[in-house]
Structures are given as C-alpha cells and as structure tokens.
C-alpha cells in the first residue's frame, strides 16, 4: 500500500486549486518512496492546465503578468489570430523541453488550421525523435496526422558550415588561410596578422550554422512555392548559440569591413600586385561572398527583431539554474530588441492528493524557482505559461496533440 505524506503547503494549494478547477477531469495521484511516478499519460489523460494567464492560481503560485491579454483573449488566441505569417522562434536552455514545445506548437497550429512548418536549428536535432517519423535529410517532410499541412525540416549544420568554408575559400583550393597570407604580401602582413582573419574563416563562429539554417528558410520562404505556410515554428539551439547568432552581423561587420577595406588598398595597388600574384580576382570573389554571408546574417537578426512577424517564446523548467539561465536570455534579448512576450515553465509536477519525500523535495524546489521567476526583473513581466511533467516521453503526433492542448490554451 503507498505510503501517504503529508503534502507540502505548495501541493496542498495545488491541490486545492485542482478540487476547484472548472477544467474536467483533474488527475490526482498518490505517490509512495516506491512509486515516484507522478503522473501517467499511459494510462488517461487526465491532466490539469496550470496556464496563469487566465485563471489566478493561489496566492503563492500566481505569478504577475503585466502583459495579460485583453480580457477573454487566451494565450493561444493571440498566437493563432491572423493570416499573416507569424515566426515563433523557441529557445532556452538545453533539454528544457524546447523541442517537445515547439513541436507541440507546430502541431497545434496546423490543427487550428494554419499551414504550418516546424524547422530545427539546433545541431543536436531532436525533431525526428520528438515526431517520431525520419525528419533528416535537409528537405521539407509532411507530418502526418493534423488536420491542416504539417511540414518539418532538420537542417544539417555541417552543409551550413561546409557552405561558409566554400564562401572563403577559393576554388576549393588552399583555403582562406592563403587568401589571407596572399593578400597579406608585403606591407599588408603586419597588419592582416592582427585581424586574426584566418582563424575567423577557418573556424566559423559559434551561432553561424544556426544563423545560416535560419537565413536558408528565409530564403525558400520568400519564394512563392512556400508562400502557403502561415506559421513557422523554429526550434532553436541552446541559450548560448542563440546569442551569439544575434551578435554575428556586428562580428562579420568588424571582420568584413576590415578585408573589404583592404580589399580596396590592393585595387588601388592594381596592376603591379595583378601582375604579380594573378590571383586576386578569386580573392576578391571570396570578399563578395563574405559580403552576401553578412547581408544574410543581417536579414537573420532582423527577423529576430521584428515586432510585427515574429516572437521569441522562452521555455524553461522550475529550476534556480535554469530561471537565472533564462533571466540572463531574456536580458540578452532585450538588449538586441528582440521581442519576447511569453515564457513557458515546463515540467512543473502536477498537483498530487500526498508525495513522497522526493516530490514534496521537488515541489519544494518548484516552488521556490516560481518565486523566482515572480520577483525577477526580466521575468515577471513575460506571460506565464505552466506546462505539468508528464510520465512518458512525448513523441508522435497524438502525444504532441495532447501537450500542445495542455501548454496552449
Ligand atoms: N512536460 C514534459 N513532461 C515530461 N517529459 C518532458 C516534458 N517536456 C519535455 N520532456 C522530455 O524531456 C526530454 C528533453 O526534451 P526536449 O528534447 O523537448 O528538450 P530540448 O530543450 O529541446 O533539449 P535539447 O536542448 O537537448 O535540444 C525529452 O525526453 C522529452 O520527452
């Protein structure tokens, strides 16, 4: 028999909340030291939202939101009104469930009738996993199952980076390496040396695969092939390579500007040096390239920071690490004028009649990480999404269906 623990002040109001719910079918589980399970999706769906944004929980998990919706907009009404095409970029820290909810998101939209592509940038992809169907390959694949068109794509960032080694070096020869120490010849050498050219085009920067995937859909979207989808859901990178993506048109435009400043020295030194070396017209090539790459890059971060077409969503879990992880994403984003409204706290442990000693741990822990996020200056203000943690893997479209009606209301 399970042995019953006093439930902690939080499960109690949880629990309280769950009796007085209006949402059906509230599943509350008892838990022993034996049985740590918290919740089965196997066995019933019955699951209470945690969503704060419409109904206040109890006192000590309501988090303030000072962009609440107009009064009886739903999170999701916002998110799926419209015929626009609408970017929704989602991002956090690693296995935070980012792409559970992005998939779930993608999932939901095409069910609500928007024709909808769910990308992957992240270099470790999880998308294939996560829809349970071969996603790789680079091409668009239809999802099966939703009742409006479902594309997925997992772009390859090796081909991405294979492409900027391409963009710099020449005739699939020597690489930039001797681009650089060929322009270099002579009163240019000091001087190239400092600029430490050659590592930046031998090693890509950290973010430029993500930011060439992002770039790449870009362009496929703007043809009219692709003009039908109206939702796009990217899946992005971990924290880190996400900011370091925003920041890469300013790298680029520091490092090309210095060579295309040079660039414009060996024109002027023209014929001799033509003559000399024979070669620069490549060289040149290799400088246009790079000049495209950032134009591209440019193109990425204006995406990001358009009000109008795009969101970035922040997923988290109620972990201290992960809420200062997130602060920081937020404050990072704020400072590149990207627009975040909403942030998603995943796996909270769903409401439980008694825990055990682990859960009521864990609770506490919970409970402590959404205070957190209640009293920080870049979190408080973001719209609270509760997304409860489930027993099983989410994976395959009608396990996605059921999270995305969970976390997207
Ligand atoms: N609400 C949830 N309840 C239970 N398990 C979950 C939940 N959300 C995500 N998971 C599980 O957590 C794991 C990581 O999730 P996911 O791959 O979506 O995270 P991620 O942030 O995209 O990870 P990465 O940074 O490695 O790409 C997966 O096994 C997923 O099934």
Redo the contacts with the bound molecule.
Sequence with gaps: MATRLVPSTFSASLHSLASRSSMAMVGLVSCSPKTLTP?S?TKSFNFISLSTTRKPLTKSLQVRSVSTPAEGVTVFDDMVSGTKRKYYM?G????????????SLAVKFANSGHPTLVVST?P???LS??FAQDLTGGTLVPVEGPDSPLFALEINPEKAREEFRSATQKNGGTGVQDFMNGMGLGMLADQLGELKLGELLETPPPGLDEAMAISKVIQFLESQDYNMFTRIVF?T??TGHTLRLLSLPDFLDASIGKILKFRQKIASATSAIKSVFGQEETRLDAADKLEKLRERMVKVRELFRDTDSTEFVI?TIPTVMAVSESSRLRASLKKENVPVKRLVV???LPPSASDCKFCAMKRKDQSRALDMIRNDTELSSLELIQ?????????GVPALKF?GDI?WK
């Design positions: 919740f999706l989602l956090g820290k690693g296995g935070v469930g980012k792409t559970s909810c992005a998939a992240d470790a992809h999880s996993d996560s899946d990178a971990p997923v995943n796996q909270i997304a409860p943690l489930v027993d099983v893997e989410i994976r999270l976390i």
